[in-house]
């Protein structure tokens, strides 16, 4: 069983579309967590839910909406998508906001052509 | 300033070779640090914890020098599996999120 499983793994899309990322984790943590990797390889945190509730939103355009239904689920939906907005998409989860061990999702690798 | 910073390499080094990686952080106010490791194409995941006093797991060690603001990483007796990007973590204090470094890329050749 996957502990934090993400769909789709790979997406391509053109300019000014609107998609999806979900992500769902078993381990039974309450925080999840949304990272883009961009090119360089720069893994960089864009929200942070603890308990269904948004705890973390670092300076990220509004056209990225996460949304959280319950402490298992959270879902990225990004709108107008850019060519700059191509990256690797990693969900994460932990127990605790605080806490140090983050495990990961397989990444979804989105292409904005 | 990136707050955590590593050299990118690569590292291409020999089996049997012993690596060590540096990363330095700017906020004075960095309380914990880590070392992820992630292989081409996969998710990060946690190597070890780094502790003040240093601490070692099995080739691996990482050290903490806070009078510098570096942290270091250790790898005796390289392994072909050991080839991948580590990256550098901290965090600040609290529930502030992880920080991660860019990663320094390892390769080790037969």
């Known amino acids: 069983d996957t502990a934090v499983s993400q769909t789709p793994k790979y997406l391509v899309t053109q300019m000014g579309n609107d998609k999806s990322i979900k992500c769902e984790q078993n381990l039974g943590h309450d925080t999840m967590y949304w990272y883009k990797q961009d090119s360089k390889k720069f893994l960089k945190i864009m929200f942070s839910y603890n308990n269904k509730e948004l705890i973390i939103n670092e300076t990220v355009p509004n056209r990225f909406s996460p949304k959280s239904p319950d402490k298992a689920h959270l879902n990225l939906h990004i709108n107008s998508l850019e060519l700059g907005d191509s990256a690797v998409y990693f969900c994460?989860?932990?127990?605790?906001?605080?806490?140090?061990?983050?495990?990961f999702g397989a990444g979804s690798r989105l292409t904005v052509l | 300033r990136k707050e955590v910073e590593q050299d990118p390499g690569p590292f291409n080094v020999p089996e049997g070779a012993t690596v060590a990686f540096n990363c330095t952080y700017s906020n004075s106010a960095s309380q914990s640090f880590f070392w992820y490791r992630q292989d081409c194409r996969k998710e990060p995941k946690l190597l070890m914890s780094v502790y003040s006093s240093g601490n070692e797991d099995g080739r691996f060690t990482a050290q903490l020098n806070r009078a510098s603001q570096y942290i270091s990483l250790l790898i005796r007796d390289s392994k072909l599996s050991d080839s991948a990007t580590y990256l550098c973590v901290g965090r600040n204090s609290g529930n502030t999120p992880l920080v991660f470094g860019k990663g320094t890329r390892l390769s080790v050749i037969a």
């Open positions: 994460a989860s932990s127990q605790g906001d605080g806490a140090n061990v983050l495990t």
